[in-house]
């Protein structure tokens, strides 16, 4: 279900000064439990390992998911406009507040794994995974209803100098507030000092989520200019500014398995199965739900009952986190630009232009026990696991841009684009993780998206067969044809080799070779690596 609203007030105070403020309220939720009584949810996800001599990979039986996502963003922002000569000011601000339900519901439905056909059929599982309560063992979602707000205030000045050259300038402020829950059960990741960052861990109940930037000052500046000796032919644009962006609330929200709220826990029967083929004290509970279509109805697993220490880490056994830093800095874009437009003959524009930008703090996830094992940092032996996100990453994009435009004349449009361009950067995106955790500048090269070279053709005619307001015209015309046809150098890729686990064990299993082997011209045989 999606849902959007909008007040939007203007007041005229008089010929120079206006005043818009306008309220919005959106949102869009679904919950496949509800909407799907008839789905067994109250049967557990069964996965099979083989069937014969076939390998079922992620085959599973019974219903997928289910999710219960609930998410809605009010927002409210006051402009005030005033006209002063030659210049035009305005100044407002600007409040977003973020509600997002985190609900993993699936997580109240334990999985079990089967070697095979047999195994399932004689109700004999060799693994049982799920999220419980630490108190009960009942298997749960650890509901979070968070929130965070965004604020701004800015301002900005259009300047017509002249005629012929116009001045834009103007300085926002932007905040984005902590994350945090309503419940006030954020189970917040804490590293020690030093080299005890591990050792001298403890997860922290409640509060925020972390600190945030309040230095967001955005400067922005633009210029238009036309050279008189042009005859208004040829036009100057350019302009640099600072923008900023919150991170993800999605990558935020990952902590929600964190103990000692919830324990992410894990059972297995030990091979040889022969010694103990019951699989009996290994913590496997291998039932169904009371009802067969209720997720809410598994019985609590006595073995997931965990005990944790002054530190909020289990006393026995281990788990994995997902932890943030304590402060985490705000995304930053640094964009610049210039741009060159001159009118030819027959109604058509050329334009040569150039668009670059820097991005700072970018999100990188790594997993920073293998961090701690190449700087060595003694592992803390509960904490097997780290999924580890901070703003560390940089990168940047620079292009030239030439267009030929051809305004609509003559019932026909036409443009031709070229783009030359380069994008570098150290994490293409936010759940990418580079085999080097210990160095996030060893990832540095082109983007992912990066496209060196890209040609587009765009055409648009719209015939008219019949002269004048014919009746004939309004019945067979109106006829539109258009294309676009678009060729490019393609995308960068990474070669990779596989390993048995580097910095320890079960964390990262491929690297990227050391060099490229003169002569290798357009070859990507592994010989040239």
Not at 284 to 311: D, E, K, V, W
Not at 502 to 507: D, L, S
Request: proline share 6%; glycine share 10%.
């Amino acid at each position: 279900v999606n849902d959007a609203t909008a007040l939007i007030w203007n007041h005229t105070f008089s010929a120079t000064l206006l005043n818009q403020a306008r309220a919005n309220a959106a949102g869009w939720r679904w919950n496949e439990v509800t909407s799907n009584p008839q789905e067994p949810f109250g049967l557990p996800q069964d996965n099979i390992d083989n069937i014969g001599s076939a390998n079922m990979g992620n085959a599973y039986f019974g219903a997928p998911g289910p999710s219960n996502l609930d998410q809605w963003t009010y927002s409210y922002n006051d402009v005030l406009t005033k006209v002063i000569g030659k210049q035009n000011i305005k100044m407002g601000g600007d409040w977003t507040r973020l509600y997002y339900l985190n609900n993993p519901i699936y997580a109240s439905r334990p999985a079990f794994n089967f070697h095979n056909l047999w195994d399932f059929a004689n109700d004999a599982p060799f693994h049982e995974s799920g999220t419980f309560d630490h108190s009960s063992g009942l298997p749960f979602a650890n509901r979070e209803d968070n929130r965070t707000s965004i604020w701004g205030f800015f301002v900005q000045d259009d300047y017509k100098i002249k005629p012929n050259l116009t001045i834009n300038a103007g300085l926002r402020w932007s905040y984005f507030a902590p994350y945090f829950s309503r419940e006030n059960n954020l189970d917040v990741v804490q590293f020690g000092a030093g080299s005890a960052a591990l050792t001298g861990m403890n997860i922290r109940v409640g509060g925020n989520l972390a600190t945030a930037d309040k230095n967001n000052w955005g400067p922005q500046i633009g210029f238009s200019w036309q050279p008189l000796s042009s005859q208004g032919k040829a036009v100057l644009r350019g302009g640099f500014g600072i923008n900023y962006n919150q991170n993800e609330i999605a990558i935020l929200a990952n902590g929600f398995g964190n103990p000692p709220n919830a324990v992410n826990a894990s059972f297995n029967c030990g091979y040889p199965y022969t010694t103990n083929p019951s699989c009996a004290g290994n913590g496997i509970l291998y039932q169904t739900a009371t009802s067969p279509n209720s997720i809410f109805g598994y019985p609590p697993n006595p073995a997931a009952i965990t005990t944790f220490s002054s530190a909020n880490l289990p006393l026995t056994g281990t788990t994995g986190v997902t932890a943030f830093p304590a402060h985490m800095r705000t995304i930053t874009n640094y964009h610049y630009s210039l741009e060159a437009d001159y009118q030819l003959p027959f109604s058509t524009v050329a334009s040569l232009g150039y668009d670059g930008s820097e991005l700072r703090h970018l999100l990188v996830q790594n997993i920073w026990n293998a961090v701690a094992a190449q700087a060595g940092i003694a592992q803390n032996p509960v904490v097997n696991f780290i999924d580890y996100y901070e703003n560390a990453g940089n990168g940047n994009d620079n292009a030239m841009v030439a267009t030929l435009n051809h305004n609509f004349d003559h019932h026909f449009q036409a443009e031709a684009m070229y783009t030359w361009g380069k994008a570098m950067d150290e994490n293409s995106g936010p759940y990418s993780e580079d085999p080097y955790p210990y160095d996030i500048h060893a990832a540095y090269g082109r983007s992912d998206y990066n496209v060196a070279n890209a040609f587009k053709l765009f055409g648009l005619w719209q015939p008219v067969f019949f002269s004048g307001h014919s009746a004939a015209e309004k019945i067979a015309g109106g006829w539109t044809l258009s294309g676009i046809w678009n060729v490019d150098s393609g995308f960068p890729w990474n070669p990779t080799y596989g390993t048995n686990g580097v910095y320890m064990q079960g964390t990262y299993y491929s690297l990227r070779p050391a060099s490229l082997m003169k002569g290798y011209g357009t070859s990507t045989a592994n010989k040239n690596f």
